[in-house]
């Protein structure tokens, strides 16, 4: 099965810095990566997400990126603000078939200091 | 209305006990997944259905037993949980099938302590 592995587990930056978090995909079959927020007690939010027949997204102050060939993808965060913290997952799925597994990286835990 | 709701919110058992989590949607989905989330890790698949159909049973152990009526609800039966099962179970959708754009939505989860 697909195995997705996300760095770092934490990280911190300042206020108005941007933050990069990486992920890795096992799984050359898998076409869907979502990235998602989740608050403390709250429930997972997608925030942006990314298919294979693109190389780069872009919403506002967040980007995503996927390099198919190295089978890595990554989330951008320009002029972070204190209320991006949160634990950020990122996740790879096959879209489009019956099989509708996705797997989760472990998660990184974002802190923006104001 | 974009939304997946589950009840309850918070849920204290023991291990003797048989109750129910509910899931719902109302988007036209045809997938519905449970996941586990314990503390500080990310959600872990327990079970896809896709058209009302078990699709993925990721060898969940069987005093978790899922059911979906019709393509607007899912539930979970717990029965003889263990203390170790206490955690956050996440109910979420998608289009489903062959469509393609699978994007999952949560719910708010059911907070669940087993003593």
């Known amino acids: 099965g697909e195995n997705v592995e996300q760095h770092p587990s934490t990280l911190s930056v300042q206020e108005g810095d941007s933050a990069v978090i990486k992920c890795t995909y096992s799984?050359?079959?898998?076409?869907?990566f979502p990235w998602y927020k989740q608050e403390l007690g709250k429930r997972p939010q997608l925030i942006i997400d990314?298919?294979?027949?693109?190389g780069e997204k872009k919403d506002q102050r967040i980007a995503v990126t996927l390099n198919k060939t190295a089978k890595h993808f990554s989330l951008h965060i320009t002029e972070t603000q204190p209320e991006d913290s949160a634990v950020y997952f990122c996740?790879?799925?096959?879209?489009?078939?019956?099989?509708?597994?996705?797997?989760f990286g472990a998660g990184t835990r974002l802190t923006v200091k104001p | 209305d974009t939304e997946v709701t589950q009840t309850p919110k918070h849920l204290v058992m023991g291990m003797t006990n048989k109750k129910s989590l509910k899931c719902e949607q109302h988007?036209?989905?045809?997938?519905m997944y449970w996941y586990k989330q314990k503390a500080k890790k990310p959600p872990e698949l327990m079970f896809v259905?896709?058209?009302?159909?078990?699709?993925i049973n990721e060898s969940v152990p069987s005093r978790f037993s899922p059911e979906c009526p019709n393509s607007s609800l899912l539930n979970l039966h717990l029965h003889a949980l263990q203390p170790e099962d206490s955690a956050l179970y996440l109910c979420?959708?998608?289009?489903?099938?062959?469509?393609?754009?699978?994007?999952?939505?949560f719910g708010p989860g059911t907070r669940l302590t087993v003593l």
């Open positions: 996740a790879a799925s096959i879209s489009g078939s019956n099989n509708n597994d996705m797997r």
């Open positions: 988007m036209g989905h045809r997938a």
């Open positions: 979420a959708s998608s289009r489903g099938g062959l469509a393609g754009t699978d994007t999952q939505y």
């Open positions: 990314i298919r294979s027949n693109v």
């Open positions: 259905y896709s058209y009302e159909k078990l699709s």
């Open positions: 799984d050359s079959a898998s076409n869907y």
